[in-house]
Nanobody, 115 residues
Framework: QVQLVESGGGLVQPGGSLRLSCAAS????????MGWYRQVPGKQRELVAE???????NYVNYVKGRFTISRDNAKNTVYLQMNSLKPEDTAVYYC?????????WGQGTQVTVSS
């Protein structure tokens, strides 16, 4: 099983930026589909962005042009660069890994956008 540890969340003012990181254990990271999801209280967890093993990316419409997902296979790490943050981006952000025979979630990191 792949263990995922997120970091980089925090409090930021509207218009600001944050970079989330997700470090994965094990040796199969480069083969995994990696994604960032977010969840607010009372709502379902939703996909924000994902990146395939070959580097292809996919974003939900409301973060396109503001968020960028990337991966560094040498460091077993996936990133989410978040720019032009809005109050509605406030949520717990979760890292997710999906492979042929496994799926794994991180513990989540809180992002709060507020003045």
């Amino acid at each position: 099983q792949v263990q995922l540890v997120e970091s980089g969340g925090g409090l930021v003012q509207p218009g600001g930026s944050l970079r989330l990181s997700c470090a994965a254990s094990g040796t199969i990271f480069s083969t995994l589909l990696m994604g960032w999801y977010r969840q607010v209280p009372g709502k379902q967890r939703e996909l924000v962005a994902e990146i395939t093993s070959s580097g292809s990316t996919n974003y939900v419409n409301y973060v396109k042009g503001r968020f960028t997902i990337s991966r560094d296979n040498a460091k077993n790490t996936v990133y989410l660069q978040m720019n032009s943050l809005k109050p509605e981006d406030t949520a717990v952000y979760y890292c997710h890994a999906f492979g042929s025979f496994m799926t794994s979630w991180g513990q989540g990191t809180q992002v709060t956008v507020s003045s």
